[in-house]
C-alpha cells in the first residue's frame, strides 16, 4: 500500500505563490505516477499536472505556464509550484499515486484559497 499526504495550502492574494507538497509512504517502488489534481466548491475533481517515474510530466492547459510539478526521490516528495495564483484557482487540492498494479491512493487535501 501506499500513503499519501498533502501540505502547503493556505490563503494567498492574486498574483502569489503557493507550494504544495505530497508525501509518499508506504510501497514507494510500486508508484508509477503521481499528480496534483483540485476540486473547487460545486465542481467536480480534475486533474492539473501529473509527473511519472521516468519524470516525463504533463499539465492541465490552466496550469500550463503558472504551474510546475517536480519531485525528490530522497524525500520521496512531490511538489506543485503555482505562480500567478489567480482567484479561480481556488480549491482543494489532492495528490494522487498511481501504482503498477492498477489501482490508486489519495490524500486528505490541502486547500488553496485565492483572493482577488
Known amino acids: 500500500q501506499v500513503q499519501v499526504v498533502e501540505s502547503g495550502g493556505g490563503l494567498v492574494q492574486a498574483g502569489g505563490s503557493l507550494r504544495l507538497s505530497c508525501a509518499a509512504s508506504g510501497s514507494i517502488s510500486s508508484i508509477n505516477t503521481m499528480a496534483w489534481y483540485r476540486q473547487a466548491p460545486g465542481k467536480g475533481r480534475s486533474v492539473v499536472a501529473a509527473?511519472?517515474?521516468?519524470?516525463?510530466?504533463n499539465y492541465a492547459d490552466s496550469a500550463k505556464d503558472r504551474f510546475t510539478i517536480s519531485r525528490d526521490n530522497a524525500k520521496k516528495t512531490v511538489y506543485l509550484q503555482m505562480n500567478s495564483l489567480k482567484p479561480e484557482d481556488t480549491a482543494l487540492y489532492y495528490c494522487?499515486?498511481?501504482?503498477?498494479?492498477?489501482?490508486?491512493?489519495w490524500g486528505q487535501g490541502t486547500q488553496v484559497t485565492v483572493s482577488s
Open positions: 509527473i511519472t517515474r521516468d519524470g516525463t510530466t
Open positions: 494522487e499515486a498511481t501504482v503498477y498494479y492498477g489501482g490508486s491512493y
